[in-house]
Nanobody
Framework: QVQLVESGGGLVQAGDSLRLSCAASGRIFSYCRMGWFRQAPGKEREFVAAIVWTGVSPFFPDSLKGRFTISRDNAKNVVYLQMNSLKPEDTAVYYC??????????????????WGQGTQVTVSS
């Protein structure tokens, strides 16, 4: 079993930055992959970022490259999503997830095995 707890969401203005945290516990192995997704009201869950549990091979969709970064604090078993230059369209509930197997990053929600409860990010214009 794996437990994931997100934190760090909130209400910010356009152009601000936020750092989300995902604290992980349980049986996570070095080959597992961590992902961040987001879901806005009335929309499907959208891939935001992924990283191997060891902290290597960050991956982002082209639309978010340059604004978002993902990293891991190995000592704390926490994965971070740093979001800069936030826009109103970034407003969503952000979820972290873990994929227990596979050799590549997964871009769809159904490829992940465990999920956190989500944290709300609201960006005002």
């Amino acid at each position: 079993q794996v437990q994931l707890v997100e934190s760090g969401g909130g209400l910010v203005q356009a152009g601000d930055s936020l750092r989300l945290s995902c604290a992980a516990s349980g049986r996570i192995f070095s080959y597992c992959r961590m992902g961040w997704f987001r879901q806005a009201p009335g929309k499907e869950r959208e891939f935001v970022a992924a990283i191997v549990w060891t902290g290597v091979s960050p991956f982002f969709p082209d639309s978010l490259k340059g604004r978002f970064t993902i990293s891991r604090d190995n000592a704390k078993n926490v994965v971070y999503l740093q979001m800069n230059s936030l826009k109103p369209e970034d407003t969503a509930v952000y979820y972290c997830a873990v994929r227990m197997g596979g050799s590549t990053h997964a871009l769809t929600p159904n490829e992940y095995d465990y999920w956190g409860q989500g944290t709300q990010v609201t960006v005002s214009s």
